[in-house]
T-cell receptor, first 112, second 113 residues
Framework: DAKTTQPTSMDCAEGRAANLPCNHSTISGNEYVYWYRQIHSQGPQYIIH???NNETNEMASLIITEDRKSSTLILPHATLRDTAVYYC?????????????FGKGTRLSVIA | DAGVTQSPTHLIKTRGQHVTLRCSPISGHKSVSWYQQVLGQGPQFIFQYYEKEERGRGNFPDRFSARQFPNYSSELNVNALLLGDSALYLC????????????FGQGTRLTVV
């Protein structure tokens, strides 16, 4: 079972920041937070990951609370092409045998 | 560079038949994983292979099997197909077992009738 809780759906106006929350209250000290997204009819796409510090890349920013029990993925200027299902996943990286455990994710709709 | 390629993209099978799905990882990637995604759900882990050996298995029946070849490509086999096996089958490759980023293919849409 997924170890994360996400809202089922969210809307965001085009050009505005999209803030997608994720709850992972049972996260362990050696588990990372990953975000993937899946655009309709495509395979999931990696976005970003982090352990406890905030992270930023060309796609998004990841804000992890100090107690690591929740995080927020931020798409700073959402476009229509960001409409997708966003998955928040916790995973131990050290062990190569741990797969990605997907929940149902958040369906983000970016509206013009 | 080519991404992860899967074949076929779509196929239709009859209950009781078997099916073989194929995956070519990104060049240089040695780890391949298979996932099943039924409509409305997130992908579910089936197998992971690394250096031609099975390194992980999800909660799927023995009708599901896989293998990895010396060139690191992989096949997923499903025997005695059931209607419930209808799903999108995704292949993901990683550079190695612990590398953080998994790259997914477009998937194979299997319909069992």
């Amino acid at each position: 079972d997924a170890k994360t809780t996400q809202p089922t759906s969210m809307d965001c106006a085009e050009g505005r920041a999209a803030n997608l929350p994720c709850n992972h209250s049972t996260i362990s000290g050696n588990e990372y937070v990953y975000w993937y997204r899946q655009i309709h009819s495509q395979g999931p796409q990696y976005i970003i990951h982090g352990l406890k510090n905030n992270e930023t890349n060309e796609m998004a920013s990841l804000i992890i609370t100090e107690d690591r029990k929740s995080s927020t993925l931020i798409l700073p200027h959402a476009t229509l092409r960001d409409t997708a299902v966003y998955y928040c996943i916790v995973r131990v990286v050290v062990s190569g045998n741990t797969p990605l455990v997907f929940g149902k994710g958040t369906r983000l709709s970016v509206i013009a | 560079d080519a991404g992860v390629t899967q074949s076929p993209t779509h196929l239709i099978k009859t209950r009781g038949q078997h099916v073989t799905l194929r995956c070519s990882p990104i060049s240089g990637h040695k780890s391949v994983s298979w996932y099943q995604q039924v409509l409305g759900q997130g992908p579910q882990f089936i197998f992971q292979y690394y250096e031609k050996e099975e390194r992980g298995r999800g909660n799927f029946p023995d009708r599901f099997s896989a293998r990895q070849f010396p060139n690191y490509s992989s096949e997923l086999n499903v025997n005695a197909l059931l209607l419930g096996d209808s799903a999108l089958y995704l292949c993901a490759s990683r550079l190695d077992r612990a590398n953080t980023e998994a790259f997914f293919g477009q998937g194979t849409r299997l319909t069992v009738v």
